[in-house]
């Protein structure tokens, strides 16, 4: 019996898990986006829940702390604007961009779009193209509007395009199966 024991050895320490350097910001945000993209009853549940709530916190306040966290707002407004300048979107010169209260329905339907991707920074990408967007119709709204007939056009002609396609193939496969041509309909 003393003999079989050679072969064991103490057990080693349980390894712990290294911390994961994610800041409870980020955490908050992965589940946020998670539960958007899993369950949007329950986001759109959670986030009235939060305005609310927050709502009452504000009215709760004195009016010394509402100036502070007014002011905490203009410096964070002051950042981005920063940030946004760096990035080469907004200038004094342009109005600023819009906020984030664009329509609702809008607004859901991208982020959603957004989501399902699931690619990091492609939500910033998409503030980043719309204020470049709006930079551009405040600067020439004519040529804006050319352009934008110019891509319709081309829109146009690849759909006509792809439809005529379509009736072709038709066409082929009711000639190959010996069906008359008059029967040949086709839904757009």
């Avoid at 082929?172 to 040949?184: A, F, I, L, M, T």
């Amino acid at each position: 019996m003393s003999g079989s024991r050679q072969g064991l050895r103490p057990k080693a320490p349980k390894q712990t898990e290294k911390r994961t350097t994610k800041s409870n910001a980020q955490k908050c945000r992965e589940y946020r986006e998670r539960l958007m993209a899993e369950d949007p009853v329950r986001d759109h549940e959670r986030r009235l829940k939060n305005h609310t709530n927050a709502k009452k916190w504000r009215d709760n306040l004195p009016p010394e702390k509402k100036e502070r966290l007014k002011e905490l707002a203009r410096l964070y407004q002051r950042k981005r604007r920063q940030r946004l300048k760096e990035m080469g979107i907004y200038s004094s010169s342009t109005s600023t961009p819009k906020s984030d209260k664009t329509s609702k329905s809008t607004q859901t339907r991208v982020a959603k779009k957004l989501l399902k991707k699931n690619v990091d920074g492609k939500r910033e990408q998409a503030r980043v193209r719309q204020a470049r967007r709006r930079a551009k119709i405040k600067a020439s709204p004519e040529t804006y509007q050319k352009e934008k007939e110019k891509r319709r056009k081309k829109y146009q002609e690849k759909k006509e395009k792809a439809a005529n396609s379509v009736v072709k193939i038709v066409q082929r496969n009711q000639k190959r199966k010996g069906v008359p041509k008059k029967r040949c309909i086709i839904l757009q």
